[in-house]
């Protein structure tokens, strides 16, 4: 699912390169306070906010660590 918003998408990628960078288990991201808080503001499920945190991570295995500005 993709969400418009520069905001959001900026939220995710944060989260996914910042928390707990090696994680890749759904379940266990969308316990995090991070994702929980992303989700409350955007009025989304953490279980949704889980999954694109996970998705960008796995789109973005190969690619160098580029932090954010």
């Not at 969308?30 to 949704?48: E, N, P, Q, R, Y």
């Amino acid at each position: 699912m993709r969400w418009k918003g520069k905001r959001l998408n900026h939220g995710i990628r944060w989260i996914a390169l910042n928390d707990e960078p090696g994680e890749m288990d759904e379940g266990q991201v969308a316990c995090w306070i991070s994702v929980a808080l992303l989700a409350a503001v955007f009025g989304l499920s953490t279980d949704d906010v889980a999954a694109e945190v996970v998705e960008y991570r796995r789109q973005n295995s190969q690619k160098p660590w580029i932090p954010v500005k």
